[in-house]
């Protein structure tokens, strides 16, 4: 079964700073991944999604994440942060129909 | 489009009792996965279904279950609860449970149990 690794569990940056949250996975086989953020006291939503083609996949609010196939690594990036990015960000990996998520990573934009 | 249902919002329960939660999918999708959220451990897979069928199992006790109608609804169920137990169970639906289909949420139910 797949795993799911995200480092820094709590980020905390300024607003206009820039946002890399990493995320490696260990799966032998094609992988679907995925970006979800989790807005404070809202539900999760999808950010961005790789399925295949170019490795670098924009998704809604200016994020962006880049797969890396050597390095099993899917990073979430962001140039410069709002206040409204404070959030919970999590990624999925999903292999033979079954989605594994990491722990997540908890940002605060103080503003 | 309505999203994801889930009912209800909070539960408050003591040990060793039941719960059932449950959860309406988005209209036309046929599969739904459970979620357990804690904040040690994020995420954890309960099980999926798809078609009434249960077809992904994750790594929890027999004291979890659940079950999915014709209608796509599903419910799952904790018997015999612990403290442990106390999260928020998540559900998401997708259209077919395919590689390709993203997860929708629901906002989730919390559970506590005293």
């Known amino acids: 079964a797949q795993s799911v690794s995200q480092h820094n569990h709590h980020v905390i940056l300024s607003e206009a700073a820039s946002l890399e949250l990493g995320c490696n996975y260990s799966y032998g086989g094609t992988v679907n991944l995925f970006w979800y953020v989790q807005y404070p006291g809202q539900h999760l939503q999808l950010l961005l999604k790789y399925f295949s083609g170019d490795p670098l996949v924009k998704g809604i609010k200016g994020f962006e994440a880049e797969f890396i196939k050597s390095k099993f690594s899917f990073n979430l990036r962001k140039p410069s942060v709002q206040w409204s990015d404070t959030a919970e960000y999590f990624c999925a990996v999903k292999g033979n129909n079954r989605l594994a998520f990491g722990k997540g990573n908890q940002v605060v934009v103080i503003p | 489009k309505a999203g994801v249902t889930q009912t209800p919002r909070y539960l408050i329960k003591t040990r060793g009792q039941q719960v059932t939660l449950s959860c309406s999918p988005i209209s036309g999708h046929r599969s739904v996965s459970w979620y357990q959220q804690t904040p040690g451990q994020g995420l954890q897979f309960l099980f999926e279904?798809?078609?009434?069928?249960?077809?992904n199992k994750g790594n929890f006790p027999g004291r979890f279950s659940g079950r999915q109608f014709s209608n796509s609804r599903s419910e799952m169920n904790v018997s015999t609860l612990e403290l442990g137990d106390s999260a928020l169970y998540l559900c998401?639906?997708?259209?077919?449970?395919?590689?390709?289909?993203?997860?929708?949420f629901g906002n989730g139910t919390r559970l506590t149990v005293t």
């Open positions: 279904y798809f078609s009434e069928t249960q077809r």
């Open positions: 998401a639906s997708h259209r077919d449970g395919g590689n390709n289909s993203p997860l929708h």
